[in-house]
T-cell receptor
Framework: AQKITQTQPGMFVQEKEAVTLDCTYD???????LFWYKQPSSGEMIFLIY??????QNATEGRYSLNFQKARKSANLVISASQLGDSAMYFC?????????????FGKGTRLSVIA | DADVTQTPRNRITKTGKRIMLECSQT?????MYWYRQDPGLGLRLIYY???????NKGEISDGYSVSRQAQAKFSLSLESAIPNQTALYFC????????????FGPGTRLTVT
């Protein structure tokens, strides 16, 4: 069975600083996908970034990058130049296939607070 | 208009009542999912459907049933609501082939008193 672990229930970061949100995963499948979603206080789930297990390069989307270390089974989210609007819950998730076309397994989330 | 809509957005109901949460999508996706979010537990899968004739149980299906009325519609029912079903419920969709994202609806906040 697949499992996602997010060990940081809450984190604080100063505005304009970079922050890393930790995510480790467990799977015996060679093919899988890793996702990060953002949930602001309004409640919606916003897709941030995706990494496939066979992707050679770390995924990047604007200020978001995914630090994928396959041997360590980690998929940390790095947010550069934090903004007040980045304050939210962040969920790491994985799928048992390359892509999001199967049910996702989610971690418990990390609440990020950006301080002015 | 939103691609994935959920109705109602908020609902308060009493223990023992039957309630249906509805999800509609205009993305043309075959695959649809229902997740439940409880504080501190992340999202957990209730049911999923890969097409109209394919329905599958998820991790926490007990106490729930679903209906896939059409490609675009996937409803979740609580036959006899209980207080520990108080949660935020999300519907999501995805393409059948490789896609990098599941698209989530805005969520339904359900309170069972």
């Amino acid at each position: 069975a697949q499992k996602i672990t997010q060990t940081q229930p809450g984190m604080f970061v100063q505005e304009k600083e970079a922050v890393t949100l930790d995510c480790t995963y467990d799977t015996s499948d060679p093919s899988y996908g890793l996702f990060w979603y953002k949930q602001p206080s309004s409640g919606e789930m916003i897709f941030l970034i995706y990494q496939g297990s066979y992707d050679q390069q770390n995924a990047t989307e604007g200020r978001y990058s995914l630090n994928f270390q396959k041997a360590r089974k980690s998929a940390n989210l790095v947010i550069s130049a934090s903004q007040l609007g980045d304050s939210a819950m962040y969920f790491c998730a994985m799928s048992p296939t390359w892509g999001g076309n199967t049910p996702l397994v989610f971690g418990k989330g990390t609440r990020l607070s950006v301080i002015a | 208009d939103a691609d994935v809509t959920q109705t109602p957005r908020n609902r308060i109901t009493k223990t023992g009542k039957r309630i249906m949460l509805e999800c509609s999508q205009t993305k043309g996706h075959d695959r649809m999912y229902w997740y439940r979010q409880d504080p501190g537990l992340g999202l957990r899968l209730i049911y999923y459907s890969f097409d109209v004739k394919d329905i599958n149980k998820g991790e926490i299906s007990d106490g729930y049933s679903v209906s896939r009325q059409a490609q675009a519609k996937f409803s979740l029912s609580l036959e006899s609501a209980i207080p520990n079903q108080t949660a935020l419920y999300f519907c999501a969709t995805s393409e059948s082939d490789r896609s990098k994202e599941q698209y989530f609806g805005p969520g339904t906040r359900l309170t069972v008193t």
